[in-house]
């Protein structure tokens, strides 16, 4: 059973969140490196080229790459501190065992894949199939993406495999595959730069993409004008044209109401719409009543902004729609996200340099790693796994029978939903830590609890881990080599930096050698990642991410391949949808009609205020990684709770009071941040941390209907002063998840 | 080809921190940053403001130095004060008008900003102005300055009555030659700091934004 072996300080004291502060060698080590490395950061979608230098097998520091052409050698805090997650003292290194009441010691490889395959077998015969789980990450390589998919409908046979891209990139590919026929951002990023209006809905891009922001800035020094929509003024909102504190959820006011307005004042390109797409006069019978009188009650700000905004974007000779999780964490989050894309077909201004759409993906991979077949709906190449067709290509790939693929499993919440309710019976856990990353952690935690059997590879004993039967100690980026897609669609190259320590291995090896022990030997009988990404290559072959034609040395010698790349001798493909060619078989784009509905809860009487949770910059997801790098937890130690001044005299709370953030399902106790810059009906806390300090005590757990993502943006809660907290875990550090 | 300079951009900043992290990574002070990040008022705004060394032409921190520990290169870079010779008397602290020098009582020393030296004196660019990801700090060609950027860069302050040159632009609206320093518009970056540069804060007030709903 999936239990705490001990208590939480016990845990912490012996596996952390502990810092490490000082590199390998000290501080002053003036010695020369053995080797600098080009690779890339693995700490957010962005996939920064950096080098990173080596000494005796360990990682002792970086350089910049300068002529890597996405960040020309910038870097943002966790870039230039990723090097200190190697050569940590919390660094799993053997195979561990749970021992009720006392904690984990250490098993030998053999037996912990044994008893794993064991638990297996025993759980899938009982059960069946789906009672199995697995799930992953979008941190994870291509190469290990892929791998999963495969071990989990071909050795296990379960439906049930969906990852934790999931609580990240769904509602944008979802919305832009409807609308565009892709799940990938319409272009590079070299075309912001060159844009004369830019939309930027819902992205804390500071914090959340820095690099992103030098992109902004330079269309702006070009003349371009940028409009900012989010309830907190960001850092880069402080400086735009346009700055709109949109209440959270009520996006699709704006959306809908900035057509409303170009429509009628005729800035949109009614030739393109009729030439190119579909479904318009939908959308315009849809955005009729979106008056911005209408419009500014739903969205929360005055009308005058969303005219504003309408004649910004309206007639603009070119123009840039950036999007992510602050629009698309909603249980309508793709409709957000496809009213949102609406305004740029209805323009026409798509598919050209200058002019176009991103989603900003999160995840390390968060890109790659939903295209290679890990997402509980999808097959590799993004190929959908009910569609009879691409089911063959993948039985002919794997060389199993189409009529043993599974069909569509459940996605991430719903797999832990069904592990609650006794359906699911064990689980299988690479790259993903939804004891903080996921919404009502009280509920979360009662379905770990439920599991018969829990195993987890991680590199570093997670606050989900500590749950485990069974933890393998897997592999830190640097210690393997593949393949990421970063969020402009460009297939870059990590490369093995160093080894992995002590008997760690390399993720895909754990996985190929429990797959052995599960039955069909030889379609795992991989012998390097570079195979896999032969196999992954054809896989995805003829599907919409076509990564045929992309080999590691043409990434090399490119710095990077944007997919679709069909054949060997195809150069990839920066931008889509040149020349109003869209990716629906009619080769148009698709308008989706959009209306607003309210969130899956609203402030009420009783839980008046607006809760919103995000990220900081020095911290990536649930901090398994940052809350042990000393310099990071330095800048960002513990979470807060920001909220305005307003809101603050309300509640008779000063700067730096405690407060105790409460929904109907949880509660968090943290400090309050006292800033005129997020809307008074709202606050706010960052994500990183867990147990009493975990904002997912509050988050709600419900789903939009198509992607399956979790509201994080929105639920009702209440805020009042609290006494100084005195819970079990208030002692420990503020990176294990105390209070300063 | 001309010189590469350093211009900084403060209203490009977006406080990352990226430039004080890195900083500390620069191989000839390892673990010690030489950058301060000021966060203006966070009640009040998000704004921030990087503060490096500023290279004056005639560095007030050389001038006041009892010891004449601060040396100044033949390219006009200040360095850090001389190990044997700095008394740590912190008169150097007190006199920049920036508020840059940094007493470290540990090593009883004053260390700050050299530019990067072990850098740029073999034409790399500093660590800070290299990886800062809005380029706020940036390291180029005055020509490459005036081709992508709107601001102009100047290198001239006023301080009272002084009048103060140095090596590093900053980047301000066309119209202005100079920076005054002190004389009504400008803040005081927070109480014990010298005066700076950074405008007031405007209006990033959220809650007045939204005051004419209806
Ligand atoms: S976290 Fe993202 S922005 Fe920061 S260095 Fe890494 S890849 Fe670049
Ligand atoms: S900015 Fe301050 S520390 Fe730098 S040279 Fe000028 S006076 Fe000296
Ligand atoms: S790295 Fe650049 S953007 Fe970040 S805090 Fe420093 S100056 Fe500002």
Not at chain 2, 75 to 94: E, H
Request: glycine share 8%; hydrophobic share 35%.
């Amino acid at each position: 059973m999936a239990k705490l072996p001990t208590s939480v300080p016990l845990l912490v004291d012996r596996f952390g969140p502990h810092t490490h502060t000082i590199p390998p060698g000290g501080w002053t080590s003036a010695e020369e490196p053995d080797r600098t490395v080009k690779t890339h950061c693995c700490f957010c979608g962005q996939q920064c080229g950096i080098q990173l230098k080596v000494k005796d097998n360990k990682v002792v520091g970086f350089e910049p790459w300068q002529d890597f052409p996405f960040n020309l050698g910038k870097l943002c805090p966790k870039g230039v501190k990723r090097y200190l997650q190697g050569d940590h003292p919390d660094r799993l290194l053997t195979p561990l065992e749970r021992v009720q009441g006392e904690g984990f010691r250490r098993i030998d490889w053999n037996k912990a894949l044994d008893r794993t395959a064991e638990a297996i077998r025993r759980i899938q015969q009982e059960h069946g199939h789906d009672a199995f789980a697995v799930l992953t990450g979008a941190s994870l390589t291509n190469e290990k993406a892929y791998l999963m998919g495969k071990f989990a409908r071909v050795a296990l046979r379960t439906a049930n495999i969906d990852y934790n891209g999931r609580l990240c990139m769904v509602s944008a590919a979802a919305a832009s595959k409807k609308i565009l026929g892709y799940d990938r951002a319409a272009n590079p990023w070299s075309d912001i730069r060159k844009s004369k209006c830019i939309l930027v809905a819902g992205a804390n891009v500071a914090e959340c993409a820095p690099i992103t922001t030098e992109y902004l800035w330079s269309a702006r020094e070009a003349g371009a004008k940028i409009i900012v929509l989010d309830p907190r003024m960001t850092p880069i909102a402080r400086t735009v044209d346009l700055y709109i504190p949109v209440r959270s959820g009520g996006d699709i006011g704006i959306f809908n109401g900035m057509l409303h307005v170009m429509i009628e004042r005729g800035w949109i390109d009614r030739d393109f719409i009729a030439k190119h797409t579909t479904g318009f006069e939908e959308v315009e019978r849809a955005v009729r009543k979106y008056t911005p009188e209408y419009a500014s009650k739903i969205a929360g700000v005055p009308a005058s902004m969303i005219v504003r905004a309408a004649e910004m974007w309206g007639p603009a000779e070119s123009s840039f729609l950036l999007h992510s999780r602050g629009i698309e964490h909603h249980t309508k989050g793709v409709e957000n996200c496809m009213a949102a894309i609406n305004l740029v077909v209805a323009t026409g201004r798509i598919g050209r340099e200058g002019s176009g759409y991103a989603m900003i993906t999160g995840q390390g991979n968060g890109q790659g790693a939903r295209e290679q077949g890990q997402k509980c709906d999808q097959l590799p190449g993004h190929r959908d796994i009910e569609n009879p067709e691409h089911r063959e290509h993948m039985a002919n790939v794997w060389g199993v029978l189409e009529s043993s693929i599974p069909h569509k499993g459940l996605s991430a919440l719903e797999i832990f939903e069904a592990a609650h309710a006794r359906k699911i019976r064990g689980m299988i856990l690479l790259s993903f830590n939804p004891m903080v990353s996921l919404p009502d952690q009280r509920f979360i935690r009662e379905a770990i609890e439920r599991l018969e059997f829990f195993a987890v590879i991680d590199f570093f004993l997670s606050e989900t881990a500590r749950f485990a039967d069974i933890v393998f100690p897997g592999s830190l980026m640097e210690e393997d080599e593949g393949t990421t897609t970063s969020a402009e669609g460009r297939v870059v190259h990590h490369r093995q930096v160093v080894d992995p320590p002590g008997e760690a291995r390399q993720d895909w090896k754990i996985i190929c050698d429990l797959a052995t022990r599960l039955g069909p030997k030889d379609k795992f009988a991989f012998a390097s990642p570079k195979e896999i990404f032969d196999e992954l290559r054809q896989a995805s072959r003829g599907g919409a991410s076509d990564y045929y034609g992309i080999t590691w040395e043409k990434i090399d010698e490119q710095k990077g391949v944007f997919w679709p790349c069909p054949e060997l001798d195809h150069p990839g493909t920066p931008r889509l949808y040149e020349g109003g060619r869209f990716a629906h078989p009619d080769g148009k784009a698709h308008f989706q009609a959009v209306e607003w509905r309210p969130a899956a809860e609203e402030p009420d009487e009783e839980y008046p205020i607006t809760l919103t949770s995000g990220r900081v910059v020095a911290h990536y997801l649930s901090g398994n990684q940052t809350r042990r790098i000393g310099a990071l937890v330095k800048q960002t130690p513990q979470p807060y709770c920001e909220m305005h001044p307003r809101l603050a005299e309300k509640l008779s709370v000063a700067e730096g009071d405690f407060v105790r953030v409460e929904s109907r399902r949880g509660s968090t106790t943290l400090r309050a941040l006292i800033v005129k810059t997020i809307r008074p009906d709202h606050v706010f806390v960052p994500y990183h941390w867990p147990l009493e300090r975990s904002v997912n005590n509050c988050t709600i757990r419900a789903i939009d209907p198509v992607s399956k993502i979790p509201e994080f943006k929105i639920c009702a809660v209440r805020v009042a002063k609290a006494a100084p907290p005195s819970d079990d875990h208030v002692k420990l550090a503020p990176e294990a998840g105390g209070l300063r | 080809m001309s010189e590469l300079a350093f211009f900084i951009d403060y209203s490009r900043c977006i406080g990352c921190r990226a430039c004080v992290q890195a900083c500390e990574e620069c191989d000839t002070h390892r673990g010690q940053s030489m950058i301060h990040l000021e966060t203006i008022e966070r009640r009040d705004t998000v704004q921030t403001a990087p503060q490096m060394c500023m290279h004056c032409e005639d560095p007030v921190c050389a001038r006041v130095c009892p010891a004449d520990a601060i040396k100044q290169t033949p390219d006009g870079v200040t360095q850090s004060s001389l190990k044997p010779r700095c008394i740590g008397c912190a008169n150097c602290v007190m006199a920049c008008p920036f508020g840059v020098p940094k007493y470290e009582a540990s090593i009883d020393q004053m260390m700050k900003c050299d530019y990067c030296f072990d850098r740029t004196s073999i034409g790399k660019k500093p660590m800070c102005a290299t990886v800062c990801p809005s380029q706020a700090l940036t390291f180029t060609t005055r020509e490459e300055i005036e081709r992508t950027r709107r601001g102009r860069p100047i290198n001239e302050w006023r301080f009272g009555n002084e009048v103060v040159r140095t090596k590093v632009f900053v980047l301000v609206p066309p119209a202005t030659t100079q920076v005054d320093v002190g004389l009504g518009d400008l803040v005081q970056i927070r109480a014990g700091k010298k005066a700076s540069h950074v405008r007031p804060v405007a209006k990033d007030d959220v809650a007045a934004l939204l005051e004419d709903l209806p």
